[in-house]
């Protein structure tokens, strides 16, 4: 009750605000939507490019692998307080900031050490929570309180938007992995043997990576530039407004409900599906581009592989989105963990030499997977816990991000046979302990509906700290 009552006033403040601007409340709407998803496709342009040959251009010492393991340990470090920076920072400038960390994380590439890249890591993956929590807060916002205004469910509007967002992001595979092989394809020698030792990225004249790290710079600005004009603040973005339980609404009571989700079992158990996520995602940008693509048949045709990825996740997602309707979810996560063990086992009985087919028809099959790992289990999430969804998310991120840690130290201390049967371990894993938890809510599904919970005080005191601003 007071949650819809929260949303309906919301919506009436917002929309107040809206129709007193020259362009209609659906513009309005669709302009912080876009704004969003293009600001966040050009600032992963670069970033994905990027770690796409970081186990490549930077392989002396491991320092490009372990710099992302890094990375994602400070991403999981920062999921515990992610939700209070995002309530005292706002949505906008939390991302605004979170940008500006990408650029630092970017720049340093240019002279790639363990003092510089180090340090940029640490922050760039202290960023990355803030960042991904407020993508989901906006776009949420943004829907709840124009949806009465447009006509519309809430739900309905919250995933169109949804959609809208991840069709730019999936998209942002594309460009900056594009400018990456054409641009290093002017570096590389010809050289016609097989052995998968040919090709070497340190062989690669520095001013190619300067050249690559100054576009992947352009990217990054044109998304902070992007966020800056079409992104609004939103009615929550206020100043403190009480002194005396700051500490209380803005980071304990975020903490708790972060905690409380996190001992669950359930959330334990759907946890292993990010964490899957991570593990399949860090092989195919560590261990496969290094080892089958860069040293096999060049490193410029590593960002060719990433797109065929990156077009097959997109499609697949896009599919999914439809076919969730007519097709159990459970049939997908054995499908995903089938599709991911079959190419697992294909490797270990792959010679380890030049393949061309090999290097562009294995993305199409991985990111048919990882299309399903991440639809599912994000959606899987929101249903398990309606209640609680921003700890949850929160949580999920963190998952996500561990799985990325022990891929990427997996790929630096250990072989290929150690990664593929990590991964082996972990799918047959995550497919079993999620159909546990499927089956569980099934029959609490029969079960008659309990009486409401009690409402959280201090979500209800919370809630009376926002004044409504012009959106």
Known sequence: YYSRKMADNNASEIGDAINSCSRGPARTAYKNVLGLSISVMLLFCAFQGLQSLQSSINSSGGLGIVSLAILYVFFVIA???????????????ALMGGMFCHFIYVA?????DWYTLIPSSILLGFASGPIWAAISVHITEIAVKVAPILKETHQNLIGQFTGIFFLFFQLSQIPGNLASSLILLY????????????????????KYIYILISVFLVFDIAAIVTLALTVDRLPRETPFRSTKNKFRVYFLTPLTDTFKVLVNWK?????FMFIMGGLEQSFIFGTFTQK??????????????????????AAMSALLSRLVKYVPRF??????GLINSGLLIFLRLWKHTASYPLIF????????????????????????????????????????????????????????????????????ATVVLYLVVEIV???????????????????????????PVAI
């Open 108 to 112: 340093s590439n240019y002279y790639s």
């Open 187 to 206: 570096s590389e020698s010809n050289v016609t043997s097989d052995n998968c030792t040919n090709f070497s990225a340190t062989m690669i004249e520095r």
């Open 267 to 271: 959330m334990f158990f759907v946890g």
């Open 292 to 313: 089958y693509v860069s040293e096999c048949v060049g490193v410029s045709r590593v960002g060719l592989m990433i797109i065929v990825l990156g077009l097959t996740s």
């Open 361 to 428: 028809l294995f993305p199409i099959g991985w990111g048919i997977a990882d299309a399903i790992w991440n639809t599912i289990s994000s959606s899987f999430v929101g249903i398990l816990f309606p209640t609680n969804s921003d700890p949850a998310y929160s949580i999920a991120r963190m998952w996500l991000a561990l799985g990325f840690v022990i891929g990427f130290i997996a790929a630096n201390f250990g072989d290929i046979a150690a990664s593929v049967y990590l991964l082996l371990a972990v799918a047959m």
């Open 441 to 467: 809510v099934y029959l609490q599904s029969k079960r008659p509906q309990s009486p409401p919970a009690a409402v959280n005080k201090a979500y209800l005191y919370e809630l009376e700290l926002y004044t």
């Open 79 to 93: 999921g515990f307080v992610t939700p209070g920076i995002v309530k005292i920072l706002g949505t906008k400038y």
């Open 331 to 336: 049939v997908f996560v054995i499908a995903a």
